[in-house]
Structures are given as structure tokens and as C-alpha cells.
């Protein structure tokens, strides 16, 4: 009888403590319960990071107002669960490639918090190397011609010939597409500075065509304005731009690294084209 006593007070005392945990209560880090699911103070402030809030706006009430939006997003995705849609194909593959995305996020974070700030002499080396970005960097004035896209991009090589602008839109509208004529701008400091090379090697009146927007647009240089970066300037954003070249070059490299050994099998059909990466590789 003792041991049944015992047992049945345990049971009893179990079941007080089950009763008891069902009943939380927002305090501390917990900021609201919908329907027992908990928002935490650190999901309010992950909801209002990266927001613009301007200095007059009273920041009690803005905080209580995302809560309110937090609750009822929490409601609609409880009734979205109840619907069994948490389940369906869509869903996990979308939650699949949201979770990926995020890690790569977080691990690009991780990669950049281990790649320090270049040095001085990387830094003026690369001012060198790139004058377009920096002392020599122009505006360039353009005239230009937009036109559509063909539906066989083979058909743009028939305006390879084209060495002005007013043959290159006889050639557009001998394709019959849409085009229309203008002024533009580019900034030297703002494109490759590879590109900005080709360009610059252009015979003057040439033009050179280049995509934008799903169109294309020809161009023609017919003035330029010198626009030198300021030195403080200047080192600050090569300092970025050599930091941000070095963190692509890890992240590549520990790809590299991650396919030496990964075990890959394909679906007969979906094998990556040897040929096509060897001349890719040789192309770089």
C-alpha cells in the first residue's frame, strides 16, 4: 500500500507540473503567448532590424505595434498549420531553400569576420591598377540607340559590321526591332574597369552594345568629363573593393575545397558538360 501511495503521489505530482507548464506566462525575454506559442523580446528586435525609423517616432509605440503584426502573422501561419499546409511538397521545398539561403548568408558573415583589412600597399596597388576607378575616373557622354531583344540572339552578330551609330540602326531596324534613340551617361569608376579598357580601345565613333534590362543598348562616346576620385576617398573605397575581392576568392576556394570531396551522383542526363567547364576554365 505505501508503494502504491508513493506512486500514485508521484503521478499526481507529475501531472500538477503538466498542468502547470501549460498555463506560461509572458515575462522576462517573453513578450506575448499566441495560443501557447511564445514571441520573444529577440524576435521583436530581429523584425525591426534594418528598419529606417526616424528619430521623431515614439519607439514604445512602434515596438508595440510590430508586436501586434508578430501576433497576427503568428495567427495566420496556426491556421496555415491547421490546414496541413506545413506538409505539402511546397512548402518544404520552399522551407529548404530558404534554410540554405540563410546559412550561405551566415557563412559569408563568418567568412567576412575572418578576412581582415587590406594594407596600405595593397591598397595603392590596386589604385594602380585600376586609374578609371580613381585618378583618371570620367563621365562618359554617349549617344545612344535601345532597341529589343531578338528572339535568337544569334541574329545581333549582323550588326558586327556596324562601325557608326547610324549603321547600327539600319541594322536593328532591318531586324524589325523596336528601337529608340538618346543622351546617356557612364561613370568609369562605377563598371569594370576591363570593360572600361575594351571600350577605351575602341576606334572614336565606334559603337559598343552592351544588355540592360532584357534590351540592349548601342552606344557611342562623344564627350568626356574628368571626374578624379578625391584621395581619402579614393583609398577608403579601394580598401573595400580589395577586402571584397579577397572575401569572393575565399568563398570560391572553400567551395574548391568542399567539391574535391563531396560525393556527387547524377541522374543520367543532368551530368555537368565536361567539355563546356574545360572551356570555361581555359577561358579564364
Do not use: W
Not at 60 to 75: F, G, N, P, T
Not at 142 to 165: E, S, W
Not at 207 to 230: C, E, K, M
Amino acid at each position: 500500500m505505501k508503494v502504491k501511495a508513493a506512486l500514485l503521489g508521484g503521478a499526481i505530482a507529475a501531472a500538477a507540473m503538466l498542468v502547470t507548464g501549460c498555463h506560461k506566462e509572458p515575462k522576462g525575454q517573453i513578450l506575448a503567448i499566441v495560443n501557447g506559442e511564445e514571441i520573444s523580446l529577440q524576435e521583436l528586435n530581429a523584425e525591426l532590424q534594418g528598419a529606417r525609423v526616424p528619430d521623431s517616432v515614439d519607439r514604445a509605440v512602434l515596438r508595440r505595434q510590430v508586436l501586434q503584426r508578430l501576433i497576427d502573422r503568428k495567427l495566420i501561419v496556426q491556421k496555415a498549420r491547421e490546414q496541413g499546409l506545413d506538409k505539402t511538397p511546397e512548402f518544404i521545398t520552399q522551407q529548404r531553400r530558404m534554410e540554405e539561403n540563410l546559412l550561405v548568408t551566415l557563412l559569408g558573415q563568418k567568412i567576412a569576420s575572418q578576412v581582415p583589412m587590406p594594407d596600405d600597399r595593397d591598397i595603392t596597388q590596386y589604385i594602380a591598377d585600376n586609374p578609371t576607378q580613381f585618378s583618371g575616373r570620367e563621365r562618359l557622354l554617349l549617344d545612344q540607340i535601345q532597341f529589343g531583344a531578338p528572339k535568337d540572339v544569334k541574329q545581333l552578330l549582323t550588326l558586327r559590321d556596324a562601325h557608326n551609330l547610324e549603321d547600327l540602326a539600319a541594322g536593328v531596324k532591318r531586324l524589325g526591332l523596336p528601337m529608340s534613340r538618346g543622351k546617356g551617361v557612364i561613370d568609369t569608376g562605377r563598371l569594370d574597369p576591363q570593360l572600361i579598357d575594351m571600350i577605351n580601345k575602341l576606334p572614336p565613333g565606334e559603337p559598343f552594345v552592351l544588355p540592360s534590362n532584357g534590351q540592349y543598348v548601342a552606344s557611342v562616346i562623344v564627350g568626356r568629363d574628368a571626374t578624379p576620385t578625391p584621395t581619402p576617398v579614393a583609398k577608403a573605397a579601394a580598401a573595400e573593393l580589395v577586402r571584397r575581392k579577397e572575401l569572393v576568392a575565399e568563398s570560391k576556394a572553400q567551395v574548391a575545397r568542399a567539391r574535391s570531396t563531396a560525393e556527387i551522383q547524377y541522374q543520367p542526363g543532368y551530368e555537368p558538360d565536361k567539355s563546356a567547364i574545360k572551356a570555361s576554365q581555359a577561358k579564364k
